[in-house]
């Protein structure tokens, strides 16, 4: 079992900048690939970005060039930090980790809130 705990989000004007963090416990072992996702309402759960253990990374079109994913792997913890900010970026933002060799998702955090407005 992994434990996934989310901190960092709140409310910020357009243009603004947020810094999500997630921190791993349990079986951390176990975890290769974290990552973000992203559910706005009546809208399905879409991809954010993905960091392997190696430190490579992914991102969806939409926050190319205004978010960037890291991690700290002697912490266990894997950031997102999201800068010039945009109305539709609001949603409640989910960290996960993959099952290993796989794009299914093993374990998600409870969600943290993310709402841009002015």
Known sequence: QVQL???GGGLVQPGGSLRLSCAASGSIFSIN?????????????????????????NYADSVKGRFTISRDNAKNTVYLQMNSLKLEDTAVYYCCTLRPGTLYVGYWGQGTQVTVSS
């Open 5 to 7: 705990v989310e901190s």
């Open 33 to 57: 690939t974290m990552g973000w996702y992203r559910q706005a309402p009546g809208k399905q759960r879409e991809l954010v970005a993905l960091i392997n253990s190696g430190g490579s990374t």
